[in-house]
């Protein structure tokens, strides 16, 4: 399995790459557009190869998507957090009312007990 991943990471980047060397053309990215860069007075802008602006682009979307996932399931997460503190102090308790039932019995019965 480790290297079927490692066969798509490297398929990845040799895409990457290619579509990188195919796209090194310069684009000037624009703040505004030219008629409201007019009314205000600026119109910052940059100069970029294509592929950064492409890649740049994809990777923002997904940090963007992970962080909005990240939020959306935080309540599930948190309530799982809860349920899982639950279950390990109830099984605590059990434990320890299985301790007091067995007090002064026979090891034997109460290891089976225990089992079932």
């Known amino acids: 399995m480790r290297y079927i991943r490692y066969a798509v990471w490297g398929v990845l980047a040799v895409v990457l790459v290619s579509v990188s060397l195919a796209n090194r053309g310069l684009v000037s990215l624009k703040l505004m557009p030219e008629a409201l860069a007019e009314l205000v007075g600026f119109n910052p802008s940059i100069t970029l190869p294509l592929f ?18 990240y939020l959306r399931e935080y309540k599930h997460r948190r309530e799982a957090r809860v349920k899982h503190g639950e279950v390990k102090k109830l099984s605590r308790e059990v434990k320890r009312l299985k301790r007091q039932k067995h007090e002064g019995k026979d090891e034997v019965l109460a290891l089976l007990d225990d089992a079932s």
């Not at 740049?56 to 998507?65: D, E, H, Q």
């Open 52 to 69: 950064v602006v492409v890649l740049g682009g994809l990777a923002l979307g997904v940090a963007l998507g992970y962080v909005l996932e």
